[in-house]
Structures are given as structure tokens and as C-alpha cells.
């Protein structure tokens, strides 16, 4: 017996013992630990590529926003400490565009609400069609944002496109608040039909008896989309509110072809953009990115905690 | 549903709203094709459609269709699309078989990662992923963009397919257990042609997904050797220098469009099902 082979079989021995001891704690049987092990094993790749693509850049995120780290000038690279934080929040910069980004977000998401609720009414309601309404309403869904971004900018160009023309031959795109509202459009046409298809999930689950039994009770249609259908679906508009929040927050592709930023209408996620590829200036750019980073864990804690809603796929364990 | 009994009333008032929904979603993609199939002087005509016949060209699509800046970029986004949303239905089909049917610890932290991903901001990863790939040599390569999007996909195909594979019948899988199947040959033999309906959904809405994807596509390539499609869009100066490139443009945007208006037309009823069904029961 080689030496090597005498340290393989004390291993091995050593292994088994460990093993036993392992198995001794939790009482788990030999099919338990063979479906742990392969619950893990079948989960590896998943969780490698996600942390890779995640948690690690954003770990390193942090590490380059305390260093002052421009491309154009690699040997000024050094530590520090939160001065790169101090010079965005100190930055007018910063928060107009949050000041944007929010203005944005909270009228898209306001009306793709109540767009996707009608949206919704009709796609479930609907007596004939009901498959070319579908289909109709997954194009803007499915289209790319870029391609639909553009067809808005030439609509709102003046002497091109039919939308100016409609009203006097107005450049809207070259105006703060008026580019603004044509983001908003934009957004609103490309996110209703996800937000209908979401509630009408949620309007499938609303039972027709009950809708029935309120109406022989003498309930207008009024009364009971107020206190049968909209409390049923409460956990279904939470979530899609929660996603189409964080969706628009991060608005970048609309602002970037219709108006570049330009005028004051850049988000967050254009500013951080600007920061990085126009200013080169990745240290400045980090810390921009772990902000927004933070508003992002801030609206999704408020949405958890204020509104009470269950974390989409939250009873996926139960099983 | 309401179909029983209806007024004619009721029913011309559910027609308008079918109507007006159609074309809400519709008047801006054929304003598209409208505005790609009119010759640059009919583009400085701000009606709808191109009136009259001398307004109509296909040079728009013969241009982008004989430039490399525009055929390279389509096909980097077809070779990009494709293996990323295999890759991430493998992996995602794999993770979601084991949320769904397996007990372990640690499940929990997977779908807590996986809804943290999903609502990510991709900006806060677009200046350390620049920076990594930079140094990695996988900036304006394939596989630099081929990563982020799989890691993207992966919440997404967890999702889906978690729902879908607790919706299968898994006595057929203890009953290929009891037959003498190991977990892995149950897994395989028997659950995966069952969950097929729900693996061809979810590669759907990853693949939409990466189709659609812009930020990354712009920040980690720099040539046509890696550049997708819509970033491709930022970067056009028409098929000549002299030429406004509004025309190609809207050509080059109808292509990008018509793969999706086609999955859209096949595959509504599993779009419909894939978005809602991990949304459904929160």
C-alpha cells in the first residue's frame, strides 16, 4: 500500500465518520438528504451566475464610489471615503433628475392603474375578439422600447410627424415639461397592456357568483367594482404597482432616444449613464449607481411594509 | 362571464372599446411602417400615410438590408437572444424543479435573491460591469452580454416556472420512483416533457426580454462586432452620409418589431399565461 493511497483511505474513512456524525444531528433520512443535496446541486448555477452578475459588481459598485477613479486620468486614482457621495447629493444635478425620475414615475404609474384596470375590465369582459384584443394589447408590450421610442419622436417632430402636426406644429420634445409629458406617454403606451394582463389575473379571480349575488342585492356596477372587485384583487394591483414602480423608476431607454437627457429630462439612470460614458468618471458614476441602488431597496420596503403587499412567489416554500 | 344575456346596447359599447383599445395599441406601430416605407421628401410631409404614389419607396429596407451596421447587429441580436434564453431556461428549469418539488434549506434565500434581481436596477450594475469587463477582456464580446442577460433571465424563468411545474401531476413522478427511476431519471424522463408547454413560455418572455434589452446592449459593446439591434438604432447615419437617417430608422425598427408582432400572433395564450402566472397568487 502506497503512501498515497493509505492518505485516500484515511480520508475516506474520515469522510464517512464526519458524515455520520452529520447524519446523527438532524435525523434526516437517507431520501431527505439525498433531495437536499440535489436541491442544491440543481440550484448551483442559478445562484452562481446571479451572484456573479449581482452581488459582486455591487459590492464592487461600493469599493470604486469611495475612490476618485476617472478614466481620463488613471493615475489620479485614490481613496476617498464618501467625497464622491457628498459631490452628487451636494449636486443640483442629482436631484432634479430624481425630482424628474419621480415625476415620472408617479403619473405613469398612476395612469397605467387606471388603464390597466379598463384595459383589463374589457379583455375579460369582452363577448367577441377576445383573442385579437390579446394580441393587440401584447404588441406595445412586446415591441422594443427603442424602436417604439422612436416612432414617437418622429410623431412629435415638427413638419414630420402627424402628432405635431395635430397640434400646430409644436416641438414638445424640445421643452422641459412638455418632453416630459411626451416621456410619460411613451411609458404609458408601453407598460398599460402588462399592467392589464397583470390585473387581469387578478380579475379572474373575483367570483362571478358573488358579482351576481351583489347585483340581485340591487349593488349599481359602481358599488360593486368598489367593494367586491377592487378588495379581491387588492393583492394582485399591489404587485403589479410594486413592479410597475420599480420599472419606471429606472426609466432609461424613452429618455434616451426622444430628448438624450436633454432640457432637464433626465432620470437617475441617465445621469448615472452620463456620468460614465460622457464624463468617464466611474468613481462619480458608482456612487450614483449604489444611490439609485438604495431609492430602489427604499420604494420596495415601503411597498412590503406601508401597503402590506406579499412579496410576488412569497408562498412558493409553503409547498 | 357576462355572456348570456346582453343588450344590443351592451354589446356596441364592448365593439367601441374593442375598437379603440386596437387602435391605441396599433396607430403607433403603422405609423412606423407608415413613416418607413415613405421616401425622404414624403418624410418631410407630416401626413399619416404617404398620399400619393411617388411618396411610396422600399429603399428604406433595401439600405439597412445591404449595410453591415445594421445585418451584423440583427444577427448578433438573434445569436445573443438565442443562447442566452437557453441558457437561462436550462439553469432556471433546474432551480425552479427544486423550489417546486424539492425540500432544502436555503430555498428561501434563492427566491429572495431572485425577486431582488428582478427588480434591480440595471444602471447600478452598468458602471461596475463596464469596469470588470473591461478587465476580463469580455467587453464588445458575445458572452459580455450573454452573462448580464442570463442572470437577468434567471428571476424571471424561476418565476414562471415554478408556477407552472406545481401545476404538473407528480404522482407520475413517484410512479417512475417506485418503477426504479433516481430522482435525476424522474426528473428528466418524466417531469421534463411535461413542463416542455411551460419551458417554451418562459424561453418566450426571456427572449422578448433580451430582444428588448438596451442599457447594457449600449454600454458594454462598442462595434458591430457585439452591438444589438436597438443599440444599433442609436448609432445609424443612413444607408448614405447625406441622407436623413429618419427613414432607415423606422425601416430598421419595423424589422426588429415584426419577430415580435409574429411570436405575439402565435404564442398570445402562453404570453398571457407566463405573465400572470407568478403574479397571481401573491
Known amino acids: ?319 | 362571464m357576462a355572456a348570456a344575456h346582453t343588450t344590443p346596447r351592451q354589446k356596441v359599447g364592448w365593439g367601441t372599446a374593442n375598437l379603440v383599445v386596437l387602435a391605441l395599441a396599433l396607430i403607433p406601430v403603422i405609423w412606423m411602417v407608415s413613416l418607413s416605407v415613405k421616401t425622404p421628401a414624403a418624410i418631410l410631409d407630416p401626413s399619416f400615410f404617404p398620399v400619393h404614389a411617388s411618396q411610396w419607396t422600399w429603399g428604406n429596407y433595401s439600405g439597412i438590408l445591404h449595410t453591415s451596421q445594421f445585418i451584423r447587429p440583427l444577427v448578433n441580436s438573434i445569436g445573443i437572444g438565442l443562447i442566452s434564453t437557453f441558457i437561462a431556461v436550462v439553469l432556471a428549469s433546474m432551480a425552479a424543479y427544486a423550489v417546486a418539488r424539492l425540500q432544502f434549506p436555503g430555498k428561501g434565500v434563492l427566491i429572495g435573491m431572485a425577486l431582488l434581481i428582478a427588480m434591480f436596477p440595471a444602471i447600478a450594475l452598468v458602471t461596475p460591469l463596464f469596469s470588470i469587463e473591461r478587465s476580463l477582456g469580455l467587453f464588445n464580446t458575445w458572452p459580455g452580454l450573454i452573462i448580464p442577460y442570463v442572470a437577468f433571465g434567471l428571476p424571471l424563468g424561476i418565476y414562471t416556472l415554478s408556477a407552472f411545474f406545481r401545476e404538473i401531476p407528480w404522482e407520475l413522478e413517484k410512479a417512475a420512483k417506485v418503477d426504479g427511476a433516481t430522482p435525476f431519471q424522474a426528473f428528466i424522463k418524466v417531469i421534463a416533457p411535461l413542463a416542455a408547454p411551460g419551458m417554451v413560455t418562459t424561453a418566450i418572455l426571456v427572449f422578448l426580454a433580451c430582444w428588448n434589452e438596451f442599457l447594457f446592449a449600449l454600454s458594454f459593446t462598442s462595434t458591430i462586432a457585439s452591438r444589438t439591434a436597438p443599440a444599433s438604432l442609436a448609432f445609424f447615419s443612413g444607408s448614405s452620409q447625406f441622407t436623413v437617417p429618419t427613414g432607415p430608422i423606422a425601416a430598421a425598427a419595423v424589422v426588429i418589431t415584426v419577430p415580435i408582432i409574429i411570436f405575439v400572433v402565435f404564442f398570445q395564450r402562453r404570453i398571457v399565461a407566463g405573465l400572470t402566472s407568478g403574479a397571481v397568487k401573491g
Not at chain 1, 379581491?232 to 423608476?249: C, E, G, H, Y
Open chain 1, 1 to 319: 500500500m502506497s503512501v498515497g493511497q493509505a492518505v485516500g483511505t484515511l480520508a475516506a474513512s474520515d469522510s464517512t465518520e464526519a458524515d455520520a456524525g452529520r447524519r446523527r444531528k438532524p435525523r434526516l433520512s437517507e431520501g431527505a438528504r439525498a433531495e437536499r443535496k440535489l436541491g442544491w446541486l440543481l440550484c448551483a448555477p442559478a445562484v452562481v451566475v446571479m451572484i456573479a452578475v449581482t452581488a459582486f459588481p455591487v459590492g464592487y459598485a461600493i469599493y470604486l464610489s469611495l475612490e476618485r477613479y476617472n478614466l481620463e486620468l488613471p493615475t489620479a486614482t485614490k481613496f476617498i471615503g464618501f467625497s464622491n457621495y457628498a459631490a452628487v447629493l451636494s449636486s443640483p444635478y442629482w436631484w432634479h433628475a430624481l425630482v424628474v425620475t419621480l415625476v415620472i414615475t408617479a403619473i405613469s404609474v398612476a395612469v397605467t392603474l387606471v388603464l390597466g384596470m379598463i384595459l383589463a375590465t374589457v379583455m375579460h369582459r369582452t363577448l367577441f375578439g377576445r383573442g385579437a384584443i390579446r394580441t393587440a394589447a401584447l404588441i406595445p408590450y412586446g415591441i422594443v422600447t427603442v424602436a417604439a421610442a422612436y416612432g414617437w419622436q418622429y410623431a412629435w417632430t415638427p413638419s414630420t410627424g402627424y402628432l405635431s402636426a395635430a397640434f400646430n406644429n409644436s416641438a414638445p420634445l424640445t421643452s422641459e415639461f412638455k418632453a416630459i409629458g411626451v416621456i410619460i406617454l411613451a411609458e404609458i403606451w408601453k407598460t398599460t397592456p402588462f399592467m392589464g394582463l397583470l390585473l387581469l389575473a387578478g380579475l379572474s379571480l373575483v367570483p362571478e357568483d358573488l358579482q351576481k349575488a351583489a347585483k340581485v342585492d340591487g349593488a349599481t356596477t359602481w358599488q360593486r367594482f368598489i367593494r367586491i372587485t377592487l378588495p379581491l384583487m387588492k393583492p394582485a394591483i399591489l404587485v403589479a404597482l410594486l413592479f410597475r414602480t420599480l420599472d419606471s423608476f429606472r426609466i432609461f431607454d424613452n429618455i434616451f432616444i426622444l430628448t438624450s437627457g436633454n432640457n432637464g429630462t433626465g432620470s437617475v439612470s441617465i445621469l448615472g449613464w452620463d456620468n460614465l460614458f460622457n464624463a468617464l468618471n466611474l468613481g462619480l458614476g458608482s456612487a450614483i449607481s449604489i444611490l439609485v441602488f438604495i431609492c430602489v431597496v427604499i420604494i420596495a420596503f415601503a411597498f412590503i411594509k406601508g401597503f402590506g403587499a406579499a412579496a410576488p412567489g412569497s408562498d412558493i416554500g409553503k409547498r
